[in-house]
């Protein structure tokens, strides 16, 4: 893999897998942008880099996905151009429907498909402009099918799969690529910081994400996809299985699910 010469923008890059990304990339002779909400949990990573000149903190809020236009303007500002953008910012959710409210659903949708949607389309004016560029967008294997305690992630998951295959389509004239990736279960605290019910955080890790891929083993598989302009990859454990069960066989995926349920 070589990304030698490109700038890469990458949100959610204070933590996990973002931060995974960005310890493996500042190896390489590339510039890089690195957003989350908090610059001071930003600069620690930054600081931690070789080459730190190479990288610029933007911090802003996938939330605030009305303000996306001057944020892409001042990520451009950075280094004059954007080769690739990760879209990994969002958050996960841990309750069942019954017990969510409508806001918790709402939070879910506005930050992980109404943030990154508008993230994208504030940044694909430039990637048409220079004939180039990449869409990399981290959903998950719950936006390929479901699990209790998840609806409202999965629907945001669902959601990104869509829009981002009618971009591929409407843009790939525009030598423009999208790859999608979806991560099984993946050793970061996603669990910890997802939303229950009341919308508050559940501050717990859960089994099944403890013993989940090392999260530098699952950045250097996601560079490979990315580098190779892979049109979807799935990255996890025997989890990995659930694509093709909904595929050929969705109610024995049904059977299974309701008798191997994980928090």
């Known amino acids: 893999m070589n990304f030698n010469n490109n700038v890469i923008w990458i949100t959610g890059a204070s933590s996990g897998i973002g931060k995974a990304l960005v310890a493996n990339l500042a190896q390489q002779n590339c510039q890089l942008i690195i957003s989350s909400r908090r610059l001071s949990d930003l600069e620690i990573v930054k600081d931690s880099c070789p080459n730190p000149e190479r990288i610029a903190c933007l911090a802003f809020d996938l939330a605030d996905y009305n ?6 303007e001042q990520a ?7 080769d690739i953008l990760i879209n990994n910012g969002g958050i996960s959710q841990r309750s069942l429907i019954i017990e969510t409210d409508i806001a918790v659903d ?13 993230l994208t389309k504030a ?37 990104l799969h869509g829009f981002f295959d009618a971009l591929r389509l409407e843009h790939e004239k525009d030598g423009i690529s999208v790859t999608l990736i979806c991560p099984g279960f993946v050793n970061t605290d996603i669990a910890r910081n997802a939303l229950i019910g009341n919308g508050n955080k559940q501050n717990s890790q859960d089994e099944a994400t403890e013993k989940g891929i090392p ?16 049109f979807e990859v799935y990255i996890g454990k025997k989890e990995v299985l659930g694509i093709y069960l909904k595929r050929y066989f969705p109610k024995f995926l049904h059977w299974f699910t309701l008798r191997s349920v994980v928090r």
């Open 67 to 72: 303000n996306m236009l001057p944020i892409a």
């Open 76 to 82: 451009l500002s950075c280094f004059g151009k954007i």
């Open 106 to 118: 709402k939070k879910l949708m506005e930050i992980d498909y109404l943030g990154t949607v508008a």
């Open 123 to 159: 940044l694909l004016p430039h990637f048409m402009n220079q004939k180039s560029g990449q869409f990399v967008t981290v959903t998950s294997l719950m936006g390929k099918f479901a699990s209790p305690y998840r609806s409202g992630y999965c629907g945001a998951k669902h959601a």
């Open 215 to 230: 999260v530098n083993v699952f950045a250097k598989r996601m560079l490979k996809a990315i580098y190779k302009k892979k």
